[in-house]
């Protein structure tokens, strides 16, 4: 038996759209021998199918998936302290998980892999997992990570906007926050939004971008004043929620009259497959489902 230690390797992937997958990654992919995947439920088998798809794609030889089922987590607890604890607990929970399947799944000296939608960095608890596992002391094993293209990323490319605008910062929040105040002198990117926080925003000047499954074929876009399309986009995530049993959704908030930066000039303007601020939606394909999984 080899006395080198495991190796992991964690991908983004991208939001969803298979060619936002990065040569890096698929350099990388090609360097594993197996493939981790926590799966979540029938409802998103659509995940599993899409990384199989990927791996298929790119991959020119056989390769090995191992998958697991995804812990029940408690999204009931909303306020700080519980919020807190209910995600510790949660991902103590996945470490358990991952930590059986590295000592089980994968042999001392050989390289594993895990697939994240978006970019491992951002709103994502793998990282966090691996360090976790690490800290045991039950199995030894180094690990890098290979960036992805963010679901915000993403969002902003779909509308041909810019996340910053001259001299303005971003804040990135989930949407739970929002309640709690935020910037004023900032635009607002608001990811994991399971309560429609920005609905609570109207009557104060926002300008929205906001986008669902993007980069999947099941993609939709609304872009325009948010008194007037707040309603249109609580409608679509509902039917959308109905349609296929989960939502993943990110938008851009920021103020001026039809999201005008500081030169003047209108964000948002013939956005994306015309979703271009009349409050229209835009769909752009079929029925395929992807997704960014909550942290």
């Not at 491992?120 to 976790?132: G, Q």
């Not at 596992?133 to 810019?162: D, K, W």
């Not at 929040?173 to 109207?202: I, K, N, W, Y």
Request: glycine residues 12%; negative net charge; hydrophobic residues 35%.
């Amino acid at each position: 038996m080899s006395d080198a230690p495991r190796h992991i390797l964690v991908i983004g992937m991208g939001a969803g759209d298979p060619d936002h997958l990065t040569l890096a990654a698929v350099k990388a992919m090609r360097r594993a021998d197996v493939f981790f995947v926590l799966g979540k439920g029938r409802e998103k088998d659509a995940l599993t199918r899409l990384r199989r798809d990927i791996l298929d794609e790119h991959l020119t030889g056989p390769y090995r998936v191992v998958e697991a089922e995804d812990p029940w987590r408690d999204r009931t607890q909303q306020d700080g302290g519980r919020y807190a604890s209910a995600v510790h607990d949660w991902r103590h929970r996945r470490a358990d998980i991952c930590e059986r399947l590295i000592v089980e799944e994968l042999a001392p000296g050989r390289c594993g892999a895990f697939l994240v939608w978006g970019d491992p960095s951002l709103y994502d608890s793998t990282l966090a997992i691996l360090e976790d596992i690490r800290g045991r002391g039950t199995v030894e094993f180094g690990y890098e990570v290979i960036p992805g293209i963010s679901s915000v990323s993403a969002l902003a490319a779909r509308h041909r906007v810019t996340l910053n605008r001259v001299g303005r910062p971003v804040h990135i929040t989930p949407g739970r926050r929002l309640a709690q105040g935020f910037p004023e002198d900032c635009d607002l990117v608001v990811m994991l939004d399971g309560h429609e926080s920005f609905t609570h925003l109207t009557g104060r000047g926002w300008w929205i971008h906001w986008g669902a499954y993007v980069g999947t074929p099941d993609e939709i876009l609304v872009s325009g004043p948010l008194d007037e399309v707040a309603g249109r986009i609580s409608w679509l995530r509902a039917e959308a929620r109905e349609r296929h049993g989960w939502i993943m959704d990110t938008y851009l908030l920021r103020r001026g009259p039809d999201g005008a930066d500081d030169t003047g000039a209108a964000d948002g303007k013939d956005a994306a497959d015309g979703a271009n601020g009349t409050g229209g939606a835009s769909r752009t394909g079929g029925a395929g489902d992807a997704d960014r999984t909550n942290p």
